[in-house]
């Protein structure tokens, strides 16, 4: 069955500043992979995915994220961060046989001034 | 494109008493929805899988006589709990998928009190 790691509960940021989320995956085959953002009491959405092809993926809001076989990881990244990017954000792994996602436990993350 | 609706977005009962929330997919439709539950600072944990015309699927541990899920139509799925609890009070977010495609696209959650 298919997994999802975030190392990281909660990162704190300097606006500005560059991030990186960790995400790990488990998968026999090659994996379907996501990035999600979620505000507060809102629902999900998705900044970017990879199925197949160029391994740099470029989302939404200035994220980009790589797949990284070899070490079988896909982290999210952003230049420069801005307050808004203060959320939860989750990675999970699709199985192409039931369309099930799972989903890391997500990364809290927030911006200081 | 994609949009998928939830209703209500917010919803308050007393213990005992059932709530349905309404999921639909509006510009698609979706053979396949999903129904998640989230508690607060906590990752998604799918609850079941509902397929139009055909009775869910359920995950482990989820009760299927609590959770009723009904997928009547391409376009809509309910989930209704049933005698509910204070316990039940979460975040529940339902999902869809277009045919064949491996990408889900998220309602905006109905947050759920039990008092």
């Known amino acids: 069955a298919q997994s999802v790691t975030q190392p990281d509960i909660h990162i704190t940021v300097s606006e500005g500043a560059s991030l990186e989320l960790r995400c790990n995956y488990s998968?026999?085959?090659?994996?379907?992979l996501f990035w999600y953002v979620q505000s507060p009491g809102q629902g999900l959405q998705l900044l970017l995915k990879y199925f197949s092809g160029d391994t740099l993926v470029q989302g939404i809001k200035g994220f980009e994220a790589e797949f990284k076989r070899s070490q079988s990881s896909f982290n999210l990244r952003k230049p420069s961060v801005h307050w808004s990017d203060a959320a939860e954000y989750f990675c999970?792994?699709?199985?192409?046989?039931?369309?099930?996602?799972?989903f890391g436990a997500g990364t809290t993350v927030t911006v200081r001034a | 494109g994609a949009v998928v609706s939830q209703h209500p977005s917010w919803v308050i009962c007393k213990s005992g008493t059932s709530v349905k929330i309404e999921c639909r997919s509006l510009?698609?439709?979706?053979?396949?929805m999903f129904w998640y539950r989230q508690f607060p600072k906590q990752s998604l944990m799918l609850m079941a899988t509902?397929?139009?015309?055909?009775?869910?699927?359920?995950e482990q541990g989820v009760e299927k006589d609590k959770f009723l899920i009904n997928h009547a139509s391409l376009t809509l799925s309910t989930l209704t709990v049933t005698s509910a609890h204070p316990e039940d009070s979460s975040f529940y977010i339902c999902?869809?998928?277009?045919?064949?495609?491996?990408?889900?696209?998220f309602g905006p959650g109905t947050r759920l009190t039990v008092t």
């Open positions: 998968y026999g085959a090659t994996p379907y």
């Open positions: 999970a792994v699709v199985s192409p046989n039931d369309y099930k996602l799972s």
């Open positions: 999902s869809a998928i277009q045919g064949a495609r491996n990408e889900q696209y």
């Open positions: 509902s397929n139009e015309g055909s009775k869910a699927t359920y």
């Open positions: 510009d698609f439709q979706a053979t396949t």
